[in-house]
Structure formats: structure tokens, C-alpha cells
């Protein structure tokens, strides 16, 4: 077995131990498909598990995750945020904020720093967790922290409670009223680029090849990427 295979393999093994659930909702799901969400609290069987390169993707996350975390007193990490229907767990706790860290490919990374990109819109997902954490907690604001991979640069974006409270409420509600009901939502894909991409349905969800939503993925018709054009040398 060469370095590759051990590897793939001790993360395999991590990922089928037993898990203890909380049977809640978890705010790192929020801006996502609400049948994804409902099903994940429920803990349904998955149908699409994470690949070996998703795991190798994750474990490397994690990597960098831990590395931030690093630099900060331990007593304010891996905050547990709970309450009747949400539990998750923030990366950094300050006086006055949320901290979550995320890693991203460098490219992307560098993408994110043009005047053009739009944070709000692009990592909407990303805000409400963190934001969702800082509300739990009664913490007026949350910063986004995104590490590029390549080159340990890094990128911060704070956001208010106040601002946001509203669109939190929507997600929120919207996901305890199918929990009162015992009533699937309908899906759409939310996320990575939204309906225009179908990304989150078609590449991402680790349910998609449930029966239920058979007839919602033949419906996405994802928009073809623009090409970019390259200058012909003379």
C-alpha cells in the first residue's frame, strides 16, 4: 500500500465511525437546499457519501482550520452554540464576535479579491452560520476569516447581527415549520451558485440520487460557463 492508498484509507476509517448526532439543525447547512437540511437532521442514510477527494479536501480544511486556531487562547474555540432546534460549534469566540475560518483554493481565493466580487451574494451560506453563531451566543457580529491554501494569504469580511437578523429569521423559520410539520420541503438548489449552476443538487448533495428529488435534478438545465478568450500570439 503506497502513502496515497494509507491515506485514503485512515480517512475512510474516520469517516464511517459512529457518530453521536444532536438531532438538530446545523447552521454550517444554512443557505442550503431545505430538503438537504431536513434530511441531514434526520440523519438519513446518504446515498452520495464524500468521495476520497472530498475527504482529502476536508482533512486538508482541517489542516488549516487548526493551524488558525492555533493562534488563539483554547478556551475560545469550538464554541458550542445550541438551542431548541440549532447546535453547532464556532471556531473563535471574542468579546464582541464570531470568528469562522474557511480555506479555499488559492485561485478562488485570489477571485474573491477583485473589486467586482460580491461577498454578500457569492458566500451568503458562510455569513448566515457565522451570523447564526454570533446570535446564539449574543454576539453583534461575525467575521468570515478565508485562507488560501497555496500561499497562507488571507481575507476578512465582518457582518452585523442587525443587518442580517431578518434573513435569518426566514431560514430559520422556514426550517422549523417543516420540523413541526413532519412536511418535506421542496427542493432547490441554493447554494454553489444557485439554481443557475445546479451544482449544489447535481455535484454536491450527498442525497441526490434519492428517489424524491429525481424529478427536481432532470428539471436543472445549468447555464453554460462562459469561455474565457485567450489573446493569439503574434
Known amino acids: ?9 485512515s ?12 438531532g438538530l439543525y446545523n447552521p ?26 472530498a475527504l482529502r479536501i476536508f482533512k486538508s480544511g482541517k489542516i488549516f482550520h487548526d493551524f488558525v486556531q492555533s493562534f488563539v487562547d483554547k478556551a475560545t474555540i469550538e464554541v458550542k452554540c445550541e438551542n431548541d432546534d440549532l447546535c453547532g460549534y464556532a471556531d473563535i469566540v471574542t468579546d464582541d464576535e464570531v470568528i469562522d475560518i ?23 451560506s458562510n455569513i448566515l452560520q457565522v451570523l447564526t453563531y454570533a446570535w446564539l451566543l449574543g454576539k453583534p457580529k461575525g467575521r468570515l476569516v478565508f485562507v488560501s491554501r497555496d500561499d497562507l494569504c488571507i481575507a476578512e469580511y465582518v457582518f452585523y447581527v442587525d443587518k442580517w437578523r431578518d434573513r435569518l429569521q426566514d431560514e430559520l423559520e422556514v426550517l422549523k415549520w417543516h420540523w413541526e410539520h413532519k412536511s418535506l ?11 443557475k449552476s445546479g451544482a449544489e443538487c447535481l455535484k454536491y448533495c ?3 440520487e434519492r428517489g424524491e428529488c429525481a424529478e427536481y435534478r432532470a428539471s ?3 447555464e453554460p460557463r462562459a469561455k474565457k478568450l485567450r489573446s493569439k500570439s503574434s
Open 11 to 22: 480517512l475512510r476509517d474516520k469517516q464511517n465511525e459512529p457518530r453521536t448526532r444532536s
Open 28 to 53: 454550517s447547512s444554512f443557505g442550503r437546499c431545505f430538503r438537504y437540511q431536513y434530511w441531514n437532521r434526520l440523519d438519513l442514510p446518504q446515498t452520495n457519501p464524500p468521495d476520497e477527494r
Open 185 to 195: 420541503p421542496n427542493p432547490k438548489s441554493r447554494a454553489y451558485g444557485g439554481e
Open 102 to 124: 474557511k480555506s479555499v483554493h488559492s485561485n478562488s481565493f485570489h477571485y474573491m479579491r477583485k473589486e467586482t466580487y460580491d461577498v454578500n451574494k457569492e458566500k451568503e
Open 1 to 9: 500500500m503506497n502513502l496515497q492508498e494509507k491515506i485514503n484509507k
Open 206 to 208: 450527498p442525497y441526490r
Open 220 to 222: 436543472i438545465k445549468p
